[in-house]
Each structure stands twice: as C-alpha cells, then as structure tokens.
C-alpha cells in the first residue's frame, strides 16, 4: 500500500512539473508548446507546430483522393510463440480475464501477421494535410492496452481512458531519444485526458504500475496509415494518384518496404512477408 500511495504522489508530483501537465492539448502544457500541438519530445518543445515549407504545395481533400492500395501481411515459417501474461500484484487485474491473456508482441494466425503498421512513407511531398476532426482513442482495459499499435496523424488529438477500476499511470517514450514524451496517472475508472503529438514518429508506452502493459503509437505526417487485422489485412484508402513507397513494421519483424504505383480510381494490392 506504501508502495502504492509513494508512486502515486510521484506520478502527481512528475504530471506537475513535467510535460504531462496538461490535461488537454489546447491548453498550454508547461513546456512553451502552442494550442494545439503535443509535446513529443521532452520539454523542449520550442518552435510551435510547423515543421515544413508548405510554399507549392497542394492542401489534400477527399476529392484527389481516388487510388487505393491494400493488402496483406504474411508470416513464412514457423510462428514464434506466444506468451502468457501473468497479472499479479493488482486484485482487479489478476481476477479481470476469465481467460489466459497472451502477449500480443506476437499475433500470427493462420501464417497472417497482426499488429503490423502500415504506412505511405513517401511520395506525398507535393500535398499537406489538414489536422483530422475525428479523435483517436487509446484505452485501459483489462490492464491492458487496446488498440496494441496505434497510428494517429500529427495534430491530431488522442483520447486516453482508463475503463479499470484501478490506478494505470501511461508513460509515453519518444522511440529514437528515449526521452519523456509524456508520463501522468489515470486513477479513476472512466478518467479520460487528451493528447496530441507535435513530431512524426514512433513512441513506447508503458504503464509502471502494471509491467506487462505496453504499446505503440507510430505518428505521421499524412492519414495514410493501417495496424494490420488478425486477417493480416490493411488498407490505405483515398490515396491521391502516384508513386509510394510504402513500409510495414512490425515490433519484433522489423521493416520492410516496397513501391507502388497506383493510378487514378485503381486500387493496387500488395503483400508483405516477415519471417524469422
Ligand atoms: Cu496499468
């Protein structure tokens, strides 16, 4: 209980003074970051959101976007074992699932690849994009993250909720400097707050109160993106015409990448295989 209550004024304590301040990313969230954007990297959040010279460049809408590319992950060989995760120390948790809970570092069903980021890695230099409306949402149930990987597009706003009846503390890493991207407790069942991210890229959650909980949210610049289903399908939709490259990562597979061309009102399918 101790140990519970000292963690607990730490987190309080770290969301005071850390970048994690903020409950909503339209508020200004103690590291100089503008309405809007997301603190990403630590707090040297230093030069509002834009990143890129947009002179020339297209604003996407809908309408240009006609092409289609989608597809499937495959897995070759034998599929790595998954692994049992044990939720003890936490009374709600460890009596939450009837069932065993598997790691989902690893999801191959019938030689198909789950949790798979798919995303348009280039050609869209001629276009921006607007920041999308709708809001992402990244939840805690079960003491587990759902979705595993998520991918959400700079700007855009993440909800995060906690729908246990138990503390989760969400400790978000940005993957390439290891620095604190944002770190705060959800104490309350049904606790929501709202982030966003500033800088594409890939980020590491964890919550330090549960060590078997983790995720991945993978940042873009544009909303071409997909996490592949249990099916190992994806689909990136409303594509302008052009020529992709388009990559594919998985957290223990790695990458891999390929180019596509696809035409006005075509949609192109293509398939990725991981093995060991
Ligand atoms: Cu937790």
Redesign the pocket.
Known sequence: MFRLLTLFLCLSAAALVGCGGSDNASDSDGCGCEAGCGCDDGCGCDDGCGDDDDDGKRAYTAAAGTATIKGVVNWSGKAPRRVAIKMGG?KF?STAHDDTILSESWSITDNKLQNVFVQVKSGLKGWTFEKPKDKKVLD?TG?MYDPHVLGIQTGQDLTIRNS?P????IHAIVFDTKKNAFNFAQTKQGQENTRSFRRPGRYYVK????GW?SCHIIVTRNPFHDVSAADGSFTLAKLPPGEYEISAWHEKAGTKTQTVKVGAGETKEIVFTFSR
């Not at 138990?166 to 503390?169: A, L």
């Not at 919550?207 to 549960?210: A, L």
């Open positions: 936490d948790c805690q003491c246990d138990t503390m989760h503390n919550c330090d109160v549960h909980m």
